[in-house]
């Protein structure tokens, strides 16, 4: 029988690897995310909610109130859609660097990170 500390440990490396998952990777495993719940978060950081995957873009020390779901300047939904279709992109939740989107027919790459342009006016790269 494993002891309730040696799980707990488990639990904590398990969290550990799972930051290193790539979004569409993390979003087949959300278990493997801890969930959400008052405290200090680091940006990047991911976490369940009711449910979905978020990614802490600004850290900060939550409270009830900043939860993913209400608190959209501090979290933004974890998805899969593929490439995505550009769309403008607010300053709370830009896109970074090796995000990828569709746009005019081509498929790019964003060079940078909080990027708020469009692409083929700064900050991407055409790829293949």
């Known amino acids: 029988m494993i002891s309730k500390r040696h799980a ?3 639990r904590a490396e398990i969290e550990r ?4 998952l790539p979004d569409d ?3 087949e495993v959300p278990e493997m995310f801890a969930k959400w719940e008052p405290r200090a978060y680091a940006k990047d950081e991911r ?3 009711d449910g979905k995957l978020y990614r802490c873009i600004q850290a900060h020390e ?11 300047s501090l979290w933004a939904l974890v998805i899969n859609e593929g490439i995505p279709e550009w769309q ?4 709370t ?6 995000d990828k989107v569709k ?3 081509q498929t790019w790459v964003s060079d940078v990170d909080n990027n708020v342009w469009e692409p083929g006016v700064y900050g991407w790269s055409v790829i293949a």
């Open 8 to 10: 707990y440990r488990i």
């Open 17 to 20: 690897h799972a930051e290193t």
């Open 25 to 27: 990777t993390a979003l």
């Open 47 to 49: 976490v369940r909610y």
């Open 62 to 72: 939550a409270n009830e109130t900043w939860n993913p779901a209400d608190a959209v």
């Open 88 to 91: 403008q992109p607010s300053s």
């Open 93 to 98: 939740n830009p896109y970074m660097k090796g």
């Open 103 to 105: 746009h005019n027919g």
